[in-house]
C-alpha cells in the first residue's frame, strides 16, 4: 500500500526577480514590482510531500521527524531570514530566485537523502493566492 505523508514548513526571505543579461526596461516590463532594486520580502509556506510504501514493521512511509529535522538542515538553515539573490546558491550565481526556481532547488537539496523508491513533490506558497508544485519532472 502506498501513502503520502506531508511537511509543512515556513521561512521568510527576500528576493529581486531580475535578469541581468536584460535592460531595466525590460526588466521592469516582465518583472514588475518585483524587480526593485532594494529587494522585496515573502513569508514563504513550503508543503514537502512523500509518497511510498507504507512500512509493515513501523505504518510509516517515513519518520515525520525525519522529515522535519532534514527541512529544518537543508531548507530553512539556508533560507530563512536571508536575501536569496545575495546569500543563497545557487541565485547568487545567477539564477533567478522566482518561486519555480525555488521549488526546484528545495526539490533538489532534501532528494538526495530520500530512498530512491519514494517520490517526492515541493509545494511552496509564495503568497496565499500563488503557489508553484515540483516533483522532478
Excluded at 505523508?5 to 518585483?34: I, M, P, T, Y
Excluded at 529587494?39 to 510509516?60: A, F, K, P, Q, W
Aim: hydrophobic fraction near 35%; charged fraction near 25%; proline fraction near 4%.
Amino acid at each position: 500500500m502506498k501513502a503520502t505523508v506531508s511537511r509543512k514548513a515556513h521561512f521568510n526571505a527576500a528576493h529581486r526577480l531580475h535578469n541581468a543579461a536584460w535592460d531595466e526596461e525590460r526588466n521592469n516590463a516582465v518583472f514588475g514590482q518585483c524587480n526593485n532594486p532594494h529587494y522585496h520580502g515573502h513569508n514563504y509556506e513550503l508543503i514537502v510531500s512523500v509518497t511510498g510504501n507504507i512500512d509493515s514493521d513501523t505504518g510509516y512511509v517515513v519518520d515525520t521527524k525525519m522529515l522535519s529535522d532534514l527541512i529544518k538542515k537543508e531548507v530553512e538553515s539556508r533560507m530563512d531570514h536571508r536575501n536569496l539573490n545575495l546569500e543563497v546558491a545557487p541565485f547568487t550565481e545567477g539564477m533567478i530566485p522566482s518561486a519555480e526556481n525555488i521549488a526546484v532547488c528545495i526539490w533538489k537539496w532534501l532528494k538526495p537523502h530520500l530512498n530512491n523508491e519514494f517520490d517526492l513533490k515541493v509545494t511552496l506558497y509564495e503568497t496565499p493566492r500563488n503557489y508553484v508544485e515540483y516533483s522532478g519532472q
